[in-house]
């Protein structure tokens, strides 16, 4: 027996020992296994997405990607982007677009070097799952065609990554000139007038060219311009088809420069013309630089300028006559005043500004500048439009309204079953009145709608009483108003006790009964006491239940006597 046990206690700790083996055997050299997975670790790389071309002068986009996933881990890493084959002053803007999407402004971190614009960033430590997009909006000043590089180091400078190489110069992309014009030329000139049409060019974003411009009028003849000069010296105009035509030939404009020149043009015909001015290489390409379009009206007819007034009670220092003046164009005064005259008293108003309709001239004048009556008010006013046609001298007359409108007649009144009381009334004849009010006195005024004739006052207290007045007005401001109208609302009734102090009739003291014919009137009800139907109803029903609970009630079982049998032996002794 004790042999077979050490025989199984020695099988146990021999496969016990076997483990232990096993395991120690497994962990004697982890970096084995570490160098095991770096076998397949992941280089860095740079990537980028940049237009193929630019506008100079305006921004345009580029993005770089550093991509170390699955990488080793790096410490100090530096990343060098350089603008191949620019110098200082190429650049106008360079931001970077922070994850925000706002912007910081690094163009002062490009310096020149041999390469070009360099800029140094900072990316820190690197691990194996950095990845990172950065953004930038760039804004070149100078036509060309430019490179980008980029060249990732560690701490030891070791070139950890580069952007590909193209010629020397990384991914190439153009930044293409931009060449404006632009004019003053206003859309509306007056006819047979000199107007200066000034164009310039701006060249700030364009190199240096050597230029031919070219100025056609459409739809017109030559016959059309008076003139057309240059400074003092006269342009030749041409008629090409149904167009005029002037060219300046060989400008030179140079990189970095605005040019402007100016022209003078003079319309006799009086209509719309539309223009285009073209700026043409003048080499043999004849490449169009730039162009313009436009159009010009020739004007030259006066406004039509109407009157309108609101009249007013003149004395009445509370109110002011408000003039408007309406152009069938855009007007202003050609006069510094218009001048306002009754009899011996004048009065010079000036245009209300600012001059929200340009259509539109307003002028307020005080009432009390004027007499009271009916003696007119004249106006003497000049009026031109935009381009400095002069209308003829405008005069007219404000009527002065002293009369009053009619009152309203017919009020009636009524006071309504809830104590509200309601007036009615006839308006005077529709457009002789504009305003229409009802006071209830020493209380509050309602402002109503002309075309109203009643009105119901919901805020009576009964037992009260109150009187009304309706006023109508005119735009004038004359106002009539009715005699005042009383109304009282009844206090409401209040109940009471009444006693009964009527006699009673004597009593009649015959035996013998009186014969009366009403004793047969069945319509009259007989008050004495009696028993009520319902007891009698309630009565029978309750003899039905108790008769049917009699007629049902079985009999009762009599109880069971025991008797003794007579004991006969007994009776045998005797």
């Known amino acids: 027996m004790l042999k077979n046990l050490k025989k199984k206690f020695a099988k146990v700790a021999l496969v016990v020992l076997a483990l232990q083996l096993v395991f120690l055997g497994l962990g004697a050299n982890p970096t084995a296994v570490k160098a095991a997975e770096n076998v397949s670790t992941k280089s ?59 912007t910081t402004d690094v163009l002062s971190a490009f310096s020149h070097s041999t390469k070009g614009l360099t800029a140094e960033y900072d990316l820190g430590s690197l691990t ?18 430019y490179g980008l590089n980029v060249v990732l180091t560690d701490e030891s400078d070791t070139v950890l990554a580069t952007l590909p190489i193209v010629d020397d110069q990384g991914p190439a992309f153009n930044v293409l000139e931009n060449i404006s014009i ?74 970095g420069t605005v040019y402007p020149f100016s022209l003078t043009i003079n319309f006799v015909t009086e209509k719309k013309y539309d223009y285009t001015l073209d700026l043409n290489e003048s080499n043999p390409s004849a490449a169009l630089l730039a162009t313009l379009s436009g159009s010009v009206t020739a004007d030259g007819t006066a406004p039509v300028v109407t009157m309108t007034s609101k ?13 408007t003046f309406t152009g069938n164009e855009s007007i202003s005064l050609s006069s510094s005043f218009v001048v306002f005259t009754q009899g011996s008293k004048t009065y010079s108003g000036v245009a209300v500004t600012p001059q929200v309709d340009p259509t539109k001239v307003v002028v307020i004048v005080p009432a009390d500048q004027f007499d009271p009556g009916v003696s007119p008010i004249t106006v003497a006013a000049t009026f031109k439009d935009l381009v400095g046609n002069v209308a003829a001298p405008f005069t007219a007359r404000i009527e002065v309204d002293t009369i009053a409108p009619a009152a309203v007649t017919g009020v009636t009144t009524l006071v309504n079953a809830d104590g509200t009381v309601t007036l009615s009334w006839v308006n005077p004849p529709a457009g002789t009145f504009s305003t229409l009010r009802i006071v209830r006195v020493g209380d509050f005024t309602v402002t109503l709608d002309p075309s109203a004739t009643s009105y119901t006052d919901a ?13 109508v007005g005119d735009e004038a401001g004359n106002e009539t108003t009715t005699a ?8 409401p009734v209040v109940a009471s006790a009444i006693s009964d102090t009527t006699t009673p009739a004597p009593t009649n003291t015959n035996t013998t009964p009186a014969v009366n014919a009403s004793t047969t009137d069945t319509s009259k009800t007989d008050n004495k006491p009696g028993f009520p139907a319902w007891g009698i109803i309630l009565l029978v029903i309750l003899a039905l239940v108790g008769g049917y609970l009699i007629w049902n009630q079985k009999p009762a079982t009599p109880p069971v006597v025991e008797t003794k049998k007579p004991n006969t032996n007994s009776s045998k002794k005797k």
């Not at 990172?132 to 036509?143: H, I, M, Q, S, Y």
């Not at 000034?198 to 003849?221: E, P, S």
């Not at 009249?311 to 006559?321: C, T, Y």
């Open 44 to 102: 860095i790389s740079i990537s980028s997405e940049i237009q193929s071309s630019f506008v100079a002068g305006t921004s345009g986009k580029a993005s770089l990607t550093v991509d170390n996933q699955g990488g080793l881990d790096y410490k100090d890493v530096e990343a060098e982007i350089t603008i191949a084959g620019a110098n200082s002053g190429d650049l106008a803007a360079v931001e970077s677009i922070n994850p925000d999407l706002t």
């Open 128 to 145: 194996g799952t950095y990845v990172k997009t950065f953004n930038f909006d760039l804004t070149f000043k100078t036509p060309g065609t």
């Open 182 to 255: 632009s004019t003053t030329m206003p859309s509306v000139v007056k006819l047979a007038t000199d107007v200066p049409f000034t164009a310039t060019v701006d060249n700030t974003y364009g190199a240096n060219h050597n230029v031919n411009a070219k100025l056609t009028i459409k739809d017109a003849l030559v016959t059309d311009i008076a003139k057309l000069k240059n400074g003092l010296s006269n342009i030749v105009l041409t008629q090409e088809g149904a167009n005029v035509v002037a060219e300046f030939n060989n400008q030179s404009i140079k990189a």
């Open 311 to 323: 009249p007013v009670i003149v004395n009445d220092v509370a109110k002011e006559i408000v003039v």
């Open 459 to 471: 805020t009576t207290v009964k037992g009260q009483t109150y009187q009304y007045v309706i006023v």
């Open 484 to 491: 005042p109208v009383s109304v009282t609302v009844p206090a």
